[in-house]
């Protein structure tokens, strides 16, 4: 069975500064993909940054980056520099035949 | 420009109403999945169609969820007899063939049951 867990249910972070959202994940399948998903108030899901397992190198876009640790079996995000904007709700998601969701974290940003 | 837009953005419904969610593609999507989150909770997978095709589908997809492409390019998934538990977000999520590293959602319906 697959299965995505967040930990965090809620976390805060000083505008500027780095966070670093948990993510660990289980599969017996030796090939999959890692999504990570900002979802704002508003409600739609935005996609951010995506791994796969066999990519050697750890995954970034922007401010976002992926610390991709497969023995341990996480795929954590880090937000760099973190803007006001950045406060919603993340989601890890991995993708075998279908997509399992984490329970998510719900990011605040404080000015 | 999105991957594609899903129609009505909001509706409300009468409990025991039949409603229609509808998906429209840009081009070139070969997967298409439907997931629903409810308020508050996590996202999770209805039905995947492939080829005009139901290829799997979850235990919450019964027999009062249906899915068609009855035009050849829209995508819909319909609830026969609404229930209030059915209230939450529906997400459709296509995927263009040999794209496997990127995943867009479309901006969802919010559906809400009274």
């Known amino acids: 069975a697959q299965k995505i867990t967040q930990t965090q249910p809620g976390m805060f972070v000083q505008e500027k500064e780095a966070v670093t959202l948990d993510c660990t994940y289980d599969t017996s399948d030796p090939s999959y993909g890692l999504f990570w998903y900002k979802q704002p108030s508003s409600g739609e899901m935005i996609f951010l940054i995506y791994?796969?397992?066999?990519?050697?190198q750890n995954a970034t876009e922007g401010r976002y980056s992926l610390n991709f640790q497969k023995a341990r079996k996480s795929a954590n995000l880090v937000i760099s520099a973190s803007q006001l904007g950045d406060s919603a709700m993340y989601f890890c998601?991995?993708?075998?035949?279908?997509?399992?969701f984490g329970t998510g974290t719900s990011l605040t940003v404080i000015p | 420009e999105p991957e594609v837009t899903q129609t009505p953005s909001h509706q409300v419904t009468q409990m025991g109403q039949e409603v229609i969610l509808r998906c429209v593609p840009i081009s070139n999507h070969l997967y298409f999945y439907w997931y629903r989150q409810i308020l508050g909770q996590k996202v999770e997978f209805l039905v995947s169609?492939?080829?005009?095709?139901?290829?799997?589908k979850s235990e919450i997809f019964d027999d009062q969820f249906s899915v068609e492409r009855p035009d050849g390019s829209n995508f819909t998934l319909k609830i026969r007899s609404t229930k209030l538990e059915d209230s939450a977000m529906y997400f459709c999520a296509p995927v263009r063939e040999g794209e496997y590293t990127e995943a867009f959602f479309g901006q969802g319906t919010r559906l809400t049951v009274v």
């Open positions: 169609f492939y080829n005009n095709e139901i290829s799997e």
């Open positions: 998601a991995m993708r075998g035949n279908q997509f399992y």
């Open positions: 791994q796969g397992s066999y990519d050697q």
